[in-house]
């Protein structure tokens, strides 16, 4: 599977474009009583470029690249109720690495950054109906923990050197809402639409349209 990522960054003082491309590599194993197993290995190129403004107004820009790599499994069981709904608990555990970068900004501050070892755990539900024999419409929350993601920044002048650390590690809520549609036998396409609350590191929206053939 293939996957792009286009999308915006808010600071302080500044904002900030940044994109990602990544190759999926998956195996899916399904149980007759409704259970699957997912694995998934990723590897993706992260792009950031960032437009911020000094206390003096000054206008700074910066370009920083890092390429990553992820394996995940998630589990789950879909449970049919009446009338076509049905409910889906889940559970995920991701470990993951993103390589650090070397960059220079526009006001000739030279920046390095560490990389990020990364272990997510997620549990939630889906919550869907049936709506004729094509398609369906759902729901979905879950709560997110990072155990890692530590880093460091170091950022060097001709008047000397700072260096600073943050870390992701957090708990927060996801929650959204989603449609997928039979196109033929073998296809079908997907969108859906989720944010995020409860860190300080917020997702205000996310939207996902992708499309799916088996063969």
Not at 7 to 34: A, E, L, P
């Amino acid at each position: 599977m293939y996957s792009y990522t286009d999308g915006t960054s808010s600071y302080n003082r500044g904002t900030g474009d940044n994109s990602s491309k990544s190759i999926n590599f998956y195996t899916t194993q399904m149980g007759s009583k409704g259970h699957y197993l997912d694995v998934v290995f990723k590897v993706s190129n992260m792009d950031n470029d960032f437009n911020v403004y000094d206390t003096n107004s000054n206008k700074i820009t910066g370009d920083a690249n890092n390429t990553g790599v992820s394996l995940s499994a998630e589990y789950g069981r879909k449970n049919d109720l009446k009338h076509g709904w049905y409910i889906e608990p889940q559970a995920q555990f991701t470990l993951g690495y993103l390589g650090g970068d070397n960059y220079f900004t526009s006001n000739g501050i030279e920046v390095s950054q560490s990389g990020i070892k990364s272990a997510v755990g997620r549990i939630g539900f889906n919550i869907g109906k049936e709506v004729g024999s094509r398609g369906i419409v759902y729901a979905k929350a879950n709560l997110l923990h990072e155990f890692g993601g530590g880093y460091d920044v170091t950022m060097s002048d001709s008047s000397g050197q700072l260096k600073t650390s943050d870390t992701f590690n957090d708990t927060w809520f996801e929650y959204g809402v989603g449609a997928a549609v039979a196109t033929g036998k073998n296809s079908h396409i997907y969108l859906d639409v989720e944010r995020s609350a409860g860190s300080d590191f917020t997702k205000d929206w996310q939207w996902n349209v992708g499309a799916r053939w088996t063969f």
